[in-house]
């Protein structure tokens, strides 16, 4: 799970923003239904760090059992926060993101911007 989890911070980190509004939406809807499957990740790995508790509790005392209980809920629940500001971050960045294109693709609309390259916004750079 912490591979998956450093690998998408690594990807939002990287990728590259859309330039029109269409692109842009889809990002970030693609985003939003990412995070309901990695939750359920997450939920899977604290329920099995769960078992696992029960497991060593039934096999060693008490006093190491609860040790070793706070231990997995203290790691699991912070992978979970890590990995929920990376993603509130990068969804952050792609609502800029969009803000910019609507913003461009507006101009655009009521013939006030020109643009030499098709009319396309050009936001990579300017919100990283």
Same mark, same amino acid.
């Given at each position: 799970?912490?591979?998956? +989890? *450093?690998? #998408? $911070? ?5 990728? $590259?923003?859309? #330039? ?24 899977? =790995?604290? *329920?099995? &760090?769960?078992? +696992? ?7 060693? =005392? $008490? %006093? +190491?059992?609860?040790? $070793?209980?706070? @231990?997995? /809920? ?6 979970? !926060?890590?990995? *929920? !500001?990376?993603?509130?971050?990068? @969804?952050?960045?792609? *609502?800029?993101?969009?803000? +910019? ?6 101009? !655009?609309?009521? &013939?006030? %911007? #020109?643009?030499?390259? &098709? &009319?396309?916004?050009? #936001?990579?750079?300017? /919100? =990283?």
């Amino acid at each position: 799970m912490d591979k998956l +989890i *450093e690998d #998408t $911070e690594k990807e939002y980190n990287k990728s $590259e923003l859309p #330039t029109e509004v269409v692109q842009a939406q889809l990002q970030l809807k693609e985003h939003e239904s990412n995070k309901a499957k990695m939750e359920k990740l997450i939920d899977f =790995s604290h *329920e099995e &760090g769960e078992q +696992i508790v029960v497991r060593v509790r039934q096999q060693d =005392s $008490e %006093a +190491i059992a609860k040790d $070793e209980v706070q @231990k997995v /809920l203290q790691l699991t629940e912070s992978r979970r !926060r890590g990995w *929920e !500001r990376a993603w509130d971050d990068h @969804k952050n960045k792609l *609502e800029q993101n969009l803000q +910019i294109c609507q913003f461009y693709f507006d101009l !655009r609309q009521v &013939g006030v %911007a #020109t643009f030499t390259s &098709g &009319g396309t916004c050009f #936001t990579n750079g300017l /919100l =990283s």
